[in-house]
């Protein structure tokens, strides 16, 4: 079974049983989200219930390219289930891992688990190739996500020393291996049912959205621990090496000189803003402290991109992106403080540039704080988006007199110390043990603002940026529209990056006072041209006012659905590198999108996939997605953003691709907002595209039977939810 | 460039004064791959500190509209709202925006030193 082991480890905490299912029943689905969200619809009848009932199934899927050599395609690994973290309802989600997890579990022998039920005790999973074993975890409950990984690290290896052989039992290679157990372990954050504890793994990888740590919580589910000594079996193993060349030599950067490919190829036009977005970017670790002199990219298995960072001190080592970010700035402000006092006790005259600048070079210095924090947070095993938002949020209040000691708000936090570390390991900590304000914020921001009888106003006003579904701001929906739309007509902060290039690259360049490298009508046609079967309709990338609400738009949203619930979500390949639509190394700055995906699936498969063929089962899965969230409750009067998008103009200059005045131009969209009875009569056209009942959003009959849903179609009726077909 | 004249003493408390919540400026800032992100500030010197960043961003005459609204003071809010009219990239003007704030800070420390 090429790409597969052909089976799915099925834990059942109630009972403390392992089963199996077979792999082949759902392999239909591909992999990932596809066979997660098939198996969650199988095996939870009442969609209805909440995250942290027992009965909610978390499932952890891999894809065929999981442990392979598929560059960017061999790691990630697809956590759904019912969340806890979004509002008002908790709906049924996805998050996604890196790192080491999903490989080695494919290399035990197993494309994924299915996890139901509830411990009547803490326990720990521990899968040893075809072994699996309910733990106790009376030693592990109550300790960290890192103190618990060594922990089982030491219980499982014979041989603590890294990198030496231990016997890890039967199986593949005489059951012996060099590597350590892959652990994905909740800390107290989910031990007390945070809906924004986090699952990790290792040191930095994370499953944060959803609240997935909160619900194995509520499962007395500690950690998973997996070794396995096998391998992946791959259809042909010379075409997958040959794919990868193929994209190192088309597509990726040049080793013989990086800094000057960067510099080339940089989309952004400036090597130093590199957004590591494009497969011809050489490894650039996306951390946003003042990065280490003495650090190295960190990358997941068979991946060139390498996004985190090893650093020497021990600190900080594979978080990256947001994770970095929670307390840099408080962090840089404490500490340059320091430097621009002594500048101006030096500085003589009243203005002196070369002086200032002199001193600029010593701006921005990251103390360990900002890492220490990251490692707090990941330790605690806390949603980092969530903190990163929540520190100006509780800081505008403080500000405004409304929390503090004794205030309206009353909260133990040390404001007077903020930006050292003592604040923020006291947050931090009231959040992860529920104590003080923090048994608030363990719900979530918006939960908490609700509590404190502020949500309307603070949404209203934006100064609680959480646009859809009470998470957090990501990229704005008034600029970046697609994502905006994608994330309130699915579950989540969609967290996909495929199209921010469109805005990054305008907006940077007009910082710098420079043209954009690539003009809004090339770059239009170049994305356009690949979005099959919508490859005709150019103004599917025009984001001027008139066409964000038009059938255009339609098309390009639903383009996003489906290539990322399927190429990314089920074949799992990464956000950071795809989808390829623009790349600077090819003579037609064509990127691999369309022809790279489909090759190195095919080359490990067997299969003979083409690209439409991954779109088509992308529409599929979001149908399946969609008739779960009718089953919860979702209905179209719901899919609305919280009210600051609707009032509030955006302030920064952002610039967008679009069309005025007939003729293709990067337009400023600053100032825009969305119009809401627009944005409901584009729904209307969304839900007719997709062949849903335009009053209430929800699949009809006759789109799910052509999609091969029948029994859903069928679950839907019974439930009195199926959607109208249009007369 | 023609040096700022001396602040006030009162001028210069203010300036180093830490602001409450109605007298704050809310800048951006760009994060690769995660748009921007919404920034209160709350003093002078914070605004300084803020724009090092190499992706920050706010508009020049809201930064000088702010200075003399808060702090009153005219001189510096006029140095820097007449840089938008210079020839100058944006990312230009701000760095002498940000300059024009730290020699004023610097006057301002010593002043109440």
Known sequence: ?????????????????????????????????????????????????????????????????????????????????????????????????????????????????????????PVWIDIRNQNVRFRDAEGLWGLDTWESQKKIWKLVQDNPISGSWSEIGEGEACGRTTQRPAVMAIGPAGENLGRIAAIIHDAGNASGQGGFGGIWGAKNLKAISVIGTGGVEVNDPFELLEARAWAKKNYMFNIEDPSKIDAEHSLLGDPTVRSAMSMAASPLPIVFWHRRKESRPQACIGCPAGCRARNDTGLGNESACAETIIYAYPDMKKQSRLWVRIACSII???????????????????????????????????????????????????????????????????????????????????????????????????????????????????????????????????????????????????????????????????????????????????????????????????????????????????????????????????????????????????????????????????????????????????????????????????????????????????????????????????????????????????????????????????????????????????????????? | MKPLEKPSKTLAAKLLAELDFDNRITCYRLHRRMGHEMVDLYSFEEVILFLFHDLSQVKIEKLGKWIENTFGDTELSERIMRLDNEELGYREKLLKARNLMWSRLSQCRRETM
Not at chain 1, 8 to 29: C, F, G, P, V
Not at chain 1, 429 to 437: S, V
Request: aromatic share 14%; proline share 4%.
């Open chain 1, 1 to 121: 079974m090429n790409g597969y082991t052909g089976k799915i480890l099925r834990i059942n905490l109630t009972d403390k049983k392992a089963s199996t299912i077979e792999t082949e029943k759902y392999m239909k689905w591909i992999g990932g989200h596809g066979i997660g969200s098939a198996i969650f619809f199988d095996l939870v009848r009442d969609k209805t219930i909440d995250g942290f009932n027992p009965r909610n199934v978390v499932t952890i899927m891999t894809s065929p390219l999981t442990g392979t050599m598929t560059p960017g395609g061999a790691s990630r690994t697809e956590i759904q289930g019912i969340g806890v973290q979004t509002y008002p309802l908790g709906w049924f989600t996805r998050s996604n891992i890196g790192g080491r997890f999903g490989p080695m579990l494919k290399y035990a022998g197993w494309d994924g688990l299915v996890i139901e039920g509830k411990a009547g005790h």
């Open chain 1, 348 to 727: 003589e005259t009243a203005f002196d540039e070369n002086a200032a600048s002199f001193f600029a070079l010593s701006y921005g210095e990251s103390s360990d704080i900002a890492y220490a924090a990251t490692d707090l947070c990941q330790k605690l095993g806390i949603n980092a988006y969530e903190v990163w938002r929540g520190i100006p949020y509780l800081r505008a209040l403080h500000k405004k007199g409304v929390l503090g000691p004794g205030r309206q708000i009353d909260c133990t936090l040390p404001f007077e110390r903020f930006g050292e570390f003592a604040f923020f390991e006291e947050l931090l900590t009231q959040m992860a043990y529920r104590k003080g304000i923090g048994a608030d914020l363990a719900e979530g921001l918006v939960r908490a603002s609700e509590k404190w009888g502020r949500l309307e106003d603070d949404l209203t006003s934006g100064l609680l940026p959480c646009p859809y579904w009470g998470m957090p701001d990501h990229y704005d929906p008034r600029y970046q529209v697609e994502w905006g739309y994608g994330s309130i007509l699915g579950d989540r902060d969609i967290n996909e990056h495929d199209f921010n290039l469109l805005y990054w690259m305008p907006t940077i360049a007009s910082l710098k006072g420079e043209d954009p490298r690539v003009s809004a009508e090339e770059v239009s046609q170049i994305f356009s041209r690949k979005m099959i079967p919508f490859e005709n309709d150019q103004k599917m990338l025009d984001y001027s006012d008139e066409n964000i609400y038009s059938e255009h738009f339609v098309k390009l949203v639903a383009w996003h659905r489906y290539y990322t619930r399927f190429w990314k979500q089920s074949a799992l390949y990464c956000d950071f590198l795809f989808p390829d639509f623009l790349n600077l190394q090819t003579k037609d700055k064509q990127g691999m999108l369309g022809k790279g995906e489909q090759r190195f699936l095919n080359a490990v498969t067997g299969k003979s996939m083409d690209f439409r063929d991954g779109i088509d089962l992308g529409r599929k899965i979001w149908n399946l997605d969609n008739a779960i969230w009718t089953l919860q409750g979702r209905h179209r009067d719901m899919v609305h953003f919280a009210p600051y998008v609707y009032k509030r103009s955006l302030e920064p200059s952002a610039y967008m691709p679009g069309m005025e005045d007939g003729k293709w131009k990067y337009i400023n969209v600053e100032g825009r907002y969305l119009d809401k009875k627009k944005f409901d009569e584009w729904k209307t056209l969304y839900y007719e595209f997709e062949g849903w009942d335009p009053q209430t959003g929800w699949p009809t009959r006759k789109t799910l039977e052509f999609l091969d849903l029948k029994e859903v179609a069928d679950e839907l009726e019974e439930k009195g939810r199926v959607g109208k077909e249009s007369s």
